[in-house]
């Protein structure tokens, strides 16, 4: 048997580039973590690019002038919004874990009443496999009573370290000044310290991932900052009214961060909420949830078109195969990183997946 090297080499050369890219995009999400402050101030930059370019054309601005303008409107919003944020966030946290017991008596009585409405033993199961059953549904609860412990004091301890994040921040707020006002300067500091075949290979790949890429955080931030918002002012609306819901803050949060995750929603929050209170007999709470959700639905719908106006063109089972691989690797975030990174592999490799995959690795 005749064996072509050159035909073996090529293929294994075409490998070898492929996991070295993805074991590159493992290192510099490590980097990401450790360089978090630089990599929060860069996505900032990309978002404040636009106010900055627009004031720069409305008043005929220097770019650094419109820069310091952005910044110090930005720099007083985020500020504000962090004061109130943490000093809400640590009280309502503290009385959730005061009252976490509470909420999982109650659920776990709510489910006993629904479950009690029908007959098991119409099921004939063993005694044993009852047993099974209860006893799994009470560890159940516990473990979901830990967790949400385990979280909310790990959220509060968090906070509770003011002068770090203080650190975190300023350093984020001054990497933010710089990136806006000397943006030109950075990028012709970097084509100066590298090669010219270099910088002309990397600039036609990295334009494209950036623009992407950035695209996709620019609109998931204001889709899920829309979301926060309506569903924050609605439940604050609903305490004015008489509905009273004691950690807005909190669940706002909750809605939002699963509002930024691919394919689910804030859906999956406000309906089974919505069905459970209505099961309690809070019909009326129960119709307010579903019109706050409908309306979120809706101006989301309205939104996101104007937002993201190319489709990354990925589908949704993959982006789902890519929200689980993320989960398995790098734990919760990992469903929001997940599909960034699917992103940037399709943007690196698109000739070889529109060409076909294993066809362009084993062709000769």
Request: hydrophobic share 55%; glycine share 6%; charged share 15%.
């Amino acid at each position: 048997m005749v064996f072509d090297v050159s035909y073996i080499t090529k293929v294994l050369k075409r490998i070898t580039i492929i996991l070295l890219s993805i074991g590159i995009l493992i290192i510099l999400y490590k980097l990401s973590i450790f360089y978090m402050p630089f990599l929060v101030a860069f996505i900032l930059a990309l978002i404040l690019e636009h106010p900055i370019r627009y004031f720069m054309k409305k008043f005929n601005l220097k770019r650094r002038t419109s820069s310091i303008i952005i910044f110090l409107i930005s720099i007083t919003i985020i500020t504000g919004a962090l004061i109130w944020g943490i000093s809400t966030l640590i009280s309502e946290a503290s009385n959730l874990i005061q009252g976490v017991n509470n909420y999982i008596d109650k659920a776990y009585n709510q489910i006993q009443n629904i479950s009690s409405q029908f007959d098991v033993q119409r099921l004939h199961l063993p005694k044993k496999v009852e047993q099974v059953i209860e006893s799994s549904g009470d560890e159940f609860f516990n473990s979901i009573g830990v967790w949400i412990k385990s979280t909310l004091t790990k959220l509060i301890d968090i906070l509770m370290q003011i002068p770090t994040i203080a650190i975190y921040t300023s350093i984020t707020l001054i990497a933010l000044y710089f990136m806006c006002v000397d943006k030109i300067y950075m990028v012709d500091e970097i084509e100066h310290h590298l090669p010219s075949n270099w910088t002309k290979r990397l600039s036609i790949h990295l334009k494209e991932i950036i623009s992407s890429v950035s695209n996709y955080i620019k609109a998931e931030f204001i889709l899920v900052i829309v979301s926060f918002i309506i569903s924050l002012i609605g439940f604050y609306i609903f305490n004015i009214i008489g509905l009273t819901i004691k950690y807005p803050l909190l669940i706002a949060l909750g809605i939002a961060f699963v509002d930024a995750l691919p394919i689910l929603g804030s859906g999956t929050i406000m309906l089974p909420w919505s069905v459970i209170s209505a099961t309690e007999g809070k019909i009326e709470f129960a119709i307010a949830l579903l019109i706050l959700w409908g309306i979120m639905s809706i101006v989301r719908q309205f939104i996101e078109p104007k937002l993201i106006s190319n489709k990354i063109g990925i589908h949704p089972i993959f982006t789902l195969v890519a929200m689980y691989t993320g989960f398995k690797i790098f734990g919760i975030w990992g469903m929001v990183l997940g599909p960034i990174i699917l992103i940037i592999l399709r943007n690196i490799f698109s000739t070889l997946i529109d060409r076909g995959v294993v066809k362009s690795i084993m062709e000769r």
